[in-house]
């Protein structure tokens, strides 16, 4: 059956045969223009209204699910690179993390917020440090809302004013607060940033979209501005693998953002925004795992152990580390435990790369922490029990006394020490020793430094010569290992 459009459709001179099932749409479009119900519409409007439609059908169809007891789908396959679901993907993202960085204070807003604050508040006559009650702070959100806009409003809530801890007649410290607010922006901008890099859009950073992060920094932080183009490569990768190893204990390869934000170590690498300034500053740039002195250590100390220049550490040049105070039993260990398991050559010996070398640095330089413990401990878990016995401890502890007499100290009792270890930790079990015992007994970094190196037996066994020395350092004769 056929016909033609209606004759009150402009632009036919003579009648076209068409199936009339095919015009259906035709004339139902032309009928919804001349209406004029689509005209006028906002983007805003017409979004509202697609989210409400989509939150239908979703609400439907968990409803649909529900009631004939479907198990709901928990996993989606990522689309395929290229493919329209991909592309509307990666442009919804990019409109979110823009809308978020619109609405995010800037450089010059802090410093307006900032000068709102010092302008509207009191001098506490007894501190000395300004601060600001209730209603002050209320009037100072809508001062601030009109010299800055309403994009610092969500600050100035009651419930953050409760954050804070107020004197006797309530009143906030306003440093305190612009702190938070500092905080609050920084890490806003970092968890945008990060969000921009990662391609899968999971919430989580690979090895290289980290370095990629980092390297986007290093102009913004004034102590690497001069960094020499050649290392930066380099120090990125090192950077980053402290966030691995502290934010990616399962090695999985990838690291949670939501972690990494919370961590310490971010916290650690912006501290590199402020000059340094004199030696004390110097010394604190040694410690910052982060600075460029720490990168360049941690390079010439492998460069001095790989004797034979082939690019990998073998036990015996391992042993050389830290002037060769950690014992011979611990490095073997190392090797058996966290590096057998790593790359290595037909026909060749087991020797340590730099990837392993930094993680075997971060764990003796963190022992105290969680990750750094757990490195160790696997070391010190001679059967692979999940324990350490009695036995243990006289095993790990001989090398530490061979090395104790040897610098000239006095003979060392290995039962009293092995009792002394045992105080430390008060295991539940008084038989053996756990990885949950030493941890939650919060020396457990210091025993296994007692076990593992001659120089934190010493520093154990002059702990008290070394607090009345009043931060002044001692230091082993290790010329005499």
Not at 105 to 118: I, P, S, V, Y
Not at 306 to 328: F, H, M, R, V
Request: hydrophobic share 35%; charged share 30%.
């Amino acid at each position: 059956m056929s016909s033609s459009v209606d004759e009150e459709d402009e632009g036919y001179d003579e009648p076209v045969p068409v199936v009339m099932s095919s015009m259906l749409w035709v004339r139902n479009l032309r009928r919804y223009i001349r209406s004029g119900i689509g005209h006028g519409r906002s983007e805003a409007r017409m979004e509202h209204e697609t989210r409400r439609i989509l939150l239908n059908m979703y609400k439907e169809k968990h409803r649909k699910n529900a009631e004939a007891g479907i198990i709901p789908s928990f996993y989606k396959k990522k689309p395929e690179d290229g493919s329209v679901s991909h592309t509307v993907q990666r442009l919804a993202k990019y409109r979110f993390l823009k809308k978020q960085s619109d609405i995010l204070l800037n450089a010059d807003d802090l410093d307006a917020l900032w000068q709102c604050l010092r302008e509207n508040c009191l001098v506490d006559e007894t501190t000395g440090s300004v601060k600001v009650n209730y209603e002050d702070f209320c009037q100072i959100a809508s001062l601030c809302t009109e010299q800055i806009g309403p994009k610092c409003r969500r600050f100035f809530s009651p419930s953050n004013f409760t954050k804070f801890e107020k004197d006797e007649s309530g009143r906030i410290a306003i440093l305190s607060f612009y702190l938070y607010v500092m905080r609050t922006v920084s890490l806003t901008q970092a968890r945008i940033d990060m969000s921009e890099l990662e391609e899968d859009s999971d919430g989580f950073l690979q090895p290289y979209e980290m370095e990629a992060y980092i390297r986007g920094l290093i102009p913004n932080l004034a102590q690497l501005r001069d960094m020499p183009a050649e290392f930066v490569q380099m120090y990125c990768h090192i950077a980053t693998h402290k966030f691995f190893f502290f934010c990616d204990p399962n090695r999985r390869g990838k690291a949670c953002i939501k972690k990494i934000l919370l961590s310490n170590c971010l916290q650690e690498l912006m501290e590199l925004h402020q000059e340094s300034e004199g030696d004390a500053a110097d010394a604190d740039q040694t410690e910052n795992w982060f600075s460029l002195a720490s990168s360049q250590r941690i390079c010439d100390t492998f460069l001095d152990l790989d004797k034979d220049g082939n690019g990998t550490l073998s036990e015996e040049e391992l042993q050389e580390y830290a002037d060769g105070t950690l014992t011979d039993i611990f490095i073997q260990r190392a090797f058996d435990e966290h590096v057998h398991h790593g790359k290595t050559v037909i026909g060749l010996a087991w020797e340590m790369d730099f990837e392993s070398f930094l993680d075997f640095v971060l764990a003796l330089e963190n022992k105290d922490t969680p990750e750094g413990l757990t490195f160790i401990f696997k070391c010190l878990d001679l059967q692979g029990k999940g324990c350490l016995t009695a036995p243990d401890i006289h095993i790990l502890f001989r090398d530490v006394r061979e090395k104790w007499v040897q610098i000239g100290n006095y003979e060392l009792c290995t039962e009293d020490v092995r009792d002394e270890i045992w105080d430390m930790v008060k295991p539940v079990d008084p038989l053996r020793i756990t990885l949950s015992n030493m941890m939650s007994c919060k020396q457990g970094g210091t025993v296994a430094s007692m076990l593992i190196d001659v120089r934190g037996f010493w520093a154990h066994d002059n702990r008290e010569n070394l607090l009345q020395e009043d931060g002044e350092s001692l230091d082993i004769d290790v010329d005499r290992v």
